[in-house]
């Protein structure tokens, strides 16, 4: 099992930053995916950013050149570590709920579990 809480979201101006947060917490195996998703009224849920336990980075069109995802602690392990998005240049179209993501193996079977947050609302308005 693995818990996941986000923080960091709130209102911001168009081009201003927020930097999101999460912390995880329980247990992996055999492989690591953490990653920011986010979902605006109406709208399907969409990748932001995900980072693989070896540091790999897939991005967004979207947000390319704007956010960053980072984590903390030690590269190359399938340990949970503290999770980040770093948004800049804020645009309204980035207004959503922003959720945390892991992805990772489970023992006895080649299906890989996903969990999440219960996401941070981030609204970009002037």
């Known amino acids: 099992q693995v818990q996941l809480v986000e923080s960091g979201g709130g209102l911001v101006q168009p081009g201003g930053s927020l930097r999101l947060s999460c912390t995880a917490s329980?247990?992996?195996?055999?492989?690591?995916?953490m990653g920011w998703y986010r979902q605006a009224p109406g709208k399907e849920r969409e990748l932001v950013a995900e980072i693989t336990s070896g540091g790999s980075t897939n991005i967004a069109d979207s947000v390319k050149g704007r956010f960053t995802i980072s984590k903390d602690g030690t590269p190359n392990t399938v340990t949970l570590q503290p999770l980040y998005l770093q948004m800049n240049s804020l645009k309204p179209e980035d207004t959503a709920v922003y959720y945390c993501n892991v992805r990772t193996g489970q023992r006895g079977s080649s299906r890989p579990l996903d969990y999440w947050g219960r996401g941070t609302q981030v609204t970009v308005s002037s």
């Open positions: 329980g247990s992996t195996f055999g492989f690591l995916v």
